[in-house]
Structures are given as structure tokens and as C-alpha cells.
């Protein structure tokens, strides 16, 4: 979330830091990223912050992650997560004015003022030929604009590590329903992924 040049991370598959190989290992599966879906826990409730290794962990316990074999699509469009991330309470109302004082109307909550940690990736796929995605899940009780956010990424091995080389921006008006899921595709991906994507981007990853 940010600008390019100033930005935090909110989560992230992968990191920066050079090039894996075939994939990253996920859950004590080698280059597990690499043809297979990978599917968010239920346990999960916010974003890696950008700490890909303790997102990834070492075996099926300390990870985040169900990695499902390639081409698996049952999951996409939707996500459920054990525990909810409410948004804090209205605020109360205010306490009875003397009969000389004007009334003051309610301050209203902005319909997008939401902790930066609550969006997170809850699905990512590498699938055959073009079958490849991203999803991401709000978790809260209201729409998320995605104005100011992005989803940055490297090409192999990035020119300088820890640093991104493409900052890919969404969509002008994109949002998150409360709730529900935005889904990024491969243009060329199999109908039924392109029937719940959000939208279309080419450079998805290869492992």
C-alpha cells in the first residue's frame, strides 16, 4: 500500500531477495509455488507483512498455506476464514445538548477507513498453460477501495535484491466487497477462472 517510492508491505507470495529456483518451497513442499495452487489457512486473519519465510514455513503445521496440486480452481471466488476482523464499533452517540445549543449532526465513519493489514493474498495459482491467478480477500464488513494499493513483482532475478521491478497497479475504481474476494487473472486463462476474475494481468508468475 503506498507509492512506489514510499510503500508497506501487506503480504506478499515470494519475496525479492533472488531468484528461487523452480519455486519457493511452501510447507515443507519444494517449489511448491511452482504448478500448484496455493490456498490461504483458515486460521489466517491478516497478511505476511512481507515475511514470506515464516509465511512459507517449513512443514504443514508452521505454514500458512494448503498447497493443492495444479489446476485446482474449486476455491477460487470465494474464501473462509475462521475468524472475522471486525471494524471497531460506531462511535457512541453524543450526550443531550442544553436547549440553547444547536443540534450537531453524527460524524459518519468513512466507508473505507480500514486497518491496512486487513486485505490479504488468500489464493494464488500456477497453473497448465495460461490457468494462472491471484486472489485477494477482505475480511472485514465493508467495501475496500484499491485505489493506493498495488501488487508489485520481479522478473527472475531482480536487479537489486529486495527490490521490486514492476509496480503493477489495479485497476482505476477497483474495490474488495465486504467480505468477498478480487480476483487477478492471466488473460488467456481457462474460462471458468476468467468467469470470476476481476481482472486481467499478463506477467503472472512462473514459479
Known sequence: QGTESDYTFIDCVGDFYGDPGSGWDVCGVSAATKDNTLVRKSTVTTG??????????TNEDDCEWLVEPKDTW????????????????????APPLSPSAPPTPPTPRAPNVVDAQTLFFSEYAEGSSHNKFLEIFNPTNVQVSLDGYAYPSVANAPAT??????WNAFDSGASVPAGGVYVICHGSADDSIKALCDEEHTYLSNG
Do not use: I
Open 161 to 166: 535484491e529486495g527490490v521490486h521491478e514492476f
Open 74 to 93: 474449486n476455491f477460487l471466488g470465494s474464501h473462509a476464514m475462521g475468524v472475522a476482523s471486525p471494524l471497531p464499533p460506531s462511535l457512541p452517540p
Open 48 to 57: 505476511n507483512g512481507g515475511d514470506w519465510t515464516a509465511s512459507a514455513g
